[in-house]
């Protein structure tokens, strides 16, 4: 395990899609391939000089390129052979079985082209496709070909598919996606053109290939490169990005006030790891699942749980020391004789350099990123097993914890193996489990913050009545002389209507800050949306194109519950009493 955050290893693919040899007319082979073989040079030149100016937010190891296609004759062959010539890495989703796809190879010498590209590759996915459905075969690897590319290089004549997962219908979708497109005539002589909403600030958003801004390769390919690549700005800032990579590992909380309000108010006992916290480690060993997993993401998601837990801690707890010295100060300086007193002073010291280390060290700050990434992480886990990826925006990364998930997805890159009936029969239960998981922590959440918002309102209540009807009784003893008015009682008096609205108004605060009752609220609708996913994974059996949807749905309800949740978690920072 690292000393820090691992940082994520340079990746970058490029998709190939294109047609067969029955529409590449051979007189355009030649320049078709030179057109590719340009292409991929100029990809590799911009992606290398761009991984130079970002080079520290990236692992020593030697970055690598990679081109993912189908392999299918024609085209991605075509694609397949210059990208090893040019030193890309090759990873190929195949739509059936190897020994069964070869059967789309009439030629001897096109059997054996393709039996030494799959020896070539580092990375062979083969889907269970069937004959009887051949074009959902093809379309279920060309969307994989989508999926885990950065760029797409279509080469297309310009006419209609004409079966399900041609080219043409292929490059439609790389268009409604916002995909980066290189397109390569396959019967004219026009330069390659690099096709992409990017290029333009628009208002609306093109979804057919021909509406979208268009740029000859040469002047756009670098600035399309590197919007894909680079960090957002501002990722190098204090408790940004750089921040990020160098957190360390802390085994034992050094705050544990939350902990003890839950205990003191009856609704939970310190747990172990209240006190020792998880081991990153053993966060990522619990991410990988029997049926297999990417250890690079797994790696990734136990440090940003690790520290999430780590940081949430400590800014709850902080915000609870900041209100309870706050009251207990005020109690202090009423009830107790000079130079006992002096005392308020220590705890409003106290308070202060609490908010100030706080504050300077960010945890609230910290504890949302983190929180942020892990949960991106938990998503692109399980998309990793069905050869998927969130469809995040073809460009700057909205925040640093978005463009740290995709790197590390990026370095994860495509599944080896099969995915017949019993991978997919395992990941749906994979599936199910990650999201009943959830389902159950959002239970709790929402059952354990509805008492504690309810134990702290009722705690601010009672103190509220108390100071009241304690107000009342002693001008009711001064007003009808029913007791002797002494000292004693006077101070008793101050002390009850200074210290016990100090006290309501501190619950009040932490609750107002905590946001526990939100909280619970959102909790309780992911938990209805997650049951109602779960009961779905449950009643249906395990095809790809299922579970391709039910996995993007999983991740559709966690991070609109992340984005949700991250919204009203800003605007509760840590603050001073006042």
């Keep these: 395990m690292t000393v820090h955050p691992p940082k994520p290893r340079f990746v970058f693919s490029v998709g190939v899609i294109g047609h067969r040899p029955d529409r590449l007319p051979a007189e355009m082979l030649p320049r078709i391939e030179q057109d590719i073989a340009d292409i991929l040079t100029a990809i590799r030149t911009e992606t290398l000089a761009v991984y130079k100016r970002y080079a520290d937010c990236f692992a020593r190891s030697a970055p690598r390129l990679v081109v993912i296609t189908a392999l299918a004759e024609g085209s991605d062959c075509i694609a397949a052979k210059l990208a090893l010539e040019l030193g890309f890495e090759l990873e190929a989703p195949l739509p059936f079985a190897a020994q069964e796809y070869e059967r789309d190879f009439t030629e001897a010498e096109a059997k054996h082209t393709f039996r030494g590209f799959l020896e070539s590759a580092r990375v062979v996915l083969e889907l269970e496709g069937d004959r009887a459905h051949a074009g959902k075969s093809y379309a279920a690897a060309g969307l994989i070909v989508l999926d885990m590319a950065d ?10 598919a004409r079966g399900r997962g041609g080219t043409a219908e292929l490059i439609g979708e790389a268009a409604r996606r916002g995909m980066p497109v290189v397109g390569v005539g396959a019967t004219t002589t026009d330069a390659p053109r690099l096709y992409w909403r990017g290029l333009d600030d628009r208002h609306t958003t093109p979804i057919h290939l021909d509406d979208h801004p268009t740029a000859p390769i040469g002047s756009s390919l670098a600035g399309a490169i590197e919007a894909l690549v680079r960090p957002p700005p501002g990722g190098n800032e204090k408790h940004g990005l750089g921040h990020y990579f160098r957190e360390k590992e802390r085994r034992i909380a050094p705050r544990f006030e939350f902990p003890l309000l ?15 916290l998880p081991h990153p480690e053993a966060l990522a060993k619990k991410l990988i699942k029997p049926g297999g997993g990417s250890h690079a993401i ?20 902080a915000v609870v020391s900041n209100f309870l010295l706050s009251a207990i100060a005020v109690f202090v300086a009423v009830a107790l004789p000079y130079p006992w007193s002096a005392i308020e002073l220590g705890l409003i010291l106290v308070l202060v350099v609490n908010a100030i280390i706080g504050n300077w060290r960010g945890w609230h700050h910290r504890w949302i990123e983190s929180r942020e990434l892990a949960e991106r992480l938990r998503v692109a886990s399980a998309m990793y097993m069905l050869a998927s990826r969130i469809s995040a925006p073809f460009g700057v990364a909205p925040t640093w914890p978005a463009w740290y998930a995709r790197a590390i997805r990026r370095e ?13 029969s395992e990941i749906r239960l994979g599936l199910l489990k990650l999201v009943t998981d959830q389902a159950a922590y959002h239970e709790r959440t929402s059952q354990s913050f509805t008492r504690l918002h309810a134990r702290l309102n009722n705690v601010g209540l009672f103190s509220f009545v108390a100071a009241l009807v304690a107000t009342a009784a002693i001008l009711l003893v001064r007003g009808f002389g029913l007791f002797p008015y002494t000292e004693g009682l006077a101070r008793f008096a101050i002390v009850v209507s200074a210290t016990l609205p100090a006290i309501a108004s501190a619950s009040y605060a932490i609750r107002i800050i905590g946001d526990f009752e939100g909280a619970a609220k959102r909790s309780r609708r992911m938990k209805t949306q997650l049951d109602a996913l779960a009961l779905s994974l449950e009643d249906r059996g395990s095809e790809l194109e299922w579970l391709h949807d039910r996995v993007h749905k999983a ?24």
Aim: glycine share 14%; net charge negative.
């Design 151 to 160: 760029m797409i290089i279509g080469v297309w004549d310009g006419g209609e």
């Design 555 to 578: 991740g559709e309800i966690l991070l609109s519950d992340l984005a949700n949740w991250r919204l009203a978690a800003e605007s509760r920072g840590l603050a001073m009493p006042g």
């Design 262 to 276: 839950m205990l003191l108010l009856g609704l939970a006992w310190p747990r172990k790891r209240d006190f020792l």
């Design 298 to 317: 797994a790696a990734a998601f136990g440090w940003a749980d690790s520290l999430a837990t780590r940081f949430a801690q400590d800014f709850r707890s």
């Design 412 to 424: 994860a890159g495509l599944r080896n193996g099969r995915l017949g009936e019993t991978e997919l």
